[in-house]
């Protein structure tokens, strides 16, 4: 069904997804849900007081309130239609994918909408299987996306990172998380004084030719690099260097991936 191994080439730089196992996708899925929600079902919705937006399902996929400003991505809405597309019985309110009905956290606290947060809570644990084949997915769809969006002469050096990576499945881990973590490093968008965070910014800075774990422990040098520097170019007022050793501690599980 979605276990293919996958192939892209851009000017001649290949890249191959390694066929994934169910177990292995379970394995990956349940980290993932483990660092979003400590792996808690009541996480599944949640508000961040720090965040002008709600975090949900197991990647704590953003969903914009109707009107709301955020440089970061929203992937809420994606995840709506890739669920009904294969089969899961969306709410009626949900079924037009509008907007966050919830205009700021104190609204979303409040007793009225209880039955929709009820709602959403309940297709979210009923669909988890789904949403770690989203996350694949949406990985799927961004390797074509960093090569094509790569400047022609680091091409080659992005596309051997991805191969030393994708090795081993703490690499495909790694990759498959910090996508979902951080974002591709495409969007304009996503930046702090025009630098990104994503997984496009740190393969550009690694540098090593060997595969496997070595691969795997240079991005994760590099990926707290970059989070440190995003963090001291953050807006003061996000007060961001409060959530950097949870975001290190995030990167360290790509470590301690089981061998």
Same mark, same amino acid.
């Given at each position: 069904?979605?276990?293919?191994?996958?192939?892209?080439?851009?000017?001649?730089? #290949?890249?191959?997804?390694?066929?994934?196992?169910?177990?292995?996708?379970?394995?990956?899925? #349940?980290?993932?849900?483990?660092?979003?929600?400590?792996?808690?079902?009541?996480?599944?919705?949640?508000?961040?007081?720090?965040?002008?937006?709600?975090?949900? /399902?197991?990647?704590?996929?953003?969903?914009?309130?109707?009107?709301?400003?955020?440089?970061?991505?929203?992937?809420?809405?994606?995840?709506?239609?890739?669920?009904?597309?294969? +089969?899961?019985?969306?709410?009626?309110?949900?079924?037009?994918?509008?907007?966050?009905?919830?205009?700021?956290?104190?609204?979303?606290?409040?007793?009225?909408?209880?039955?929709?947060?009820?709602?959403?809570?309940?297709?979210?644990?009923?669909?988890?299987?789904?949403?770690?084949?989203?996350?694949?997915?949406?990985?799927?769809?961004?390797?074509?996306?960093?090569?094509?969006?790569?400047?022609?002469?680091?091409?080659?050096?992005?596309?051997?990172?991805?191969?030393?990576?994708?090795?081993?499945?703490?690499?495909?881990?790694?990759?498959?998380?910090?996508?979902?973590?951080?974002?591709? /490093?495409?969007?304009?968008?996503?930046?702090?004084?025009?630098? /990104?965070?994503?997984?496009?910014?740190?393969?550009?800075?690694?540098?090593?030719?060997?595969? +496997? #774990?070595?691969?795997?422990?240079?991005?994760?040098?590099?990926?707290?690099?970059?989070?440190?520097?995003?963090?001291?170019?953050?807006?003061?007022?996000? /007060?961001?260097?409060?959530?950097?050793?949870?975001?290190?501690?995030?990167?360290?599980?790509?470590?301690?991936?089981?061998?």
């Amino acid at each position: 069904w979605w276990l293919l191994v996958y192939c892209f080439s851009l000017s001649g730089q #290949e890249v191959d997804l390694p066929q994934l196992t169910e177990e292995q996708a379970h394995r990956i899925g #349940e980290c993932i849900w483990r660092n979003e929600c400590g792996k808690k079902k009541e996480g599944l919705v949640f508000w961040n007081p720090h965040e002008p937006f709600p975090s949900l /399902g197991i990647g704590h996929f953003i969903w914009h309130p109707e009107g709301a400003t955020s440089c970061f991505q929203e992937s809420f809405p994606q995840l709506l239609r890739f669920l009904e597309k294969e +089969g899961a019985l969306l709410p009626l309110w949900l079924q037009s994918f509008p907007s966050c009905p919830w205009k700021d956290r104190s609204h979303f606290l409040q007793r009225e909408d209880a039955w929709k947060k009820n709602e959403l809570l309940h297709l979210l644990q009923s669909t988890l299987e789904l949403q770690v084949r989203f996350l694949i997915q949406r990985f799927h769809g961004s390797i074509p996306a960093l090569l094509k969006n790569a400047e022609p002469e680091k091409r080659a050096a992005l596309a051997l990172q991805l191969r030393r990576l994708l090795t081993i499945e703490a690499g495909l881990y790694a990759l498959i998380d910090y996508l979902n973590f951080k974002g591709e /490093g495409l969007s304009l968008k996503e930046r702090y004084q025009g630098k /990104g965070w994503g997984v496009m910014q740190v393969l550009e800075r690694m540098r090593g030719i060997s595969p +496997g #774990e070595s691969a795997v422990q240079e991005f994760v040098q590099e990926a707290k690099n970059i989070l440190a520097e995003r963090v001291a170019a953050s807006p003061p007022e996000r /007060g961001e260097a409060r959530w950097l050793p949870g975001w290190q501690n995030r990167l360290d599980t790509y470590l301690s991936y089981p061998k």
